[in-house]
């Protein structure tokens, strides 16, 4: 069985194929290299903590992070 193009794959077809395949170390850093390669990343503090709760809500309804089955 050949691997996909890790490199041409979506973020969001490398999470559906990691979700099937767990183990797969090299989709694994792919998607890692596709996340750390994101214009305006967001880091936060301890003084967003109390924010957490609404941002983790804003995450899981954001259209990036959905998964088609």
Known sequence: ?????FITMS???LKAYLLKNRNDT???HALMDKINAEPN????????IDKLGEL???????????VES
């Open 41 to 48: 990343r967001k880091f936060y503090t301890i003084d967003d």
């Open 11 to 13: 973020k969001s077809e």
């Open 26 to 28: 090299e989709a694994f």
């Open 56 to 66: 983790i809500k804003a995450k899981r309804n954001s259209k990036d992070n959905q």
């Open 1 to 5: 069985m050949t691997k996909p193009n």
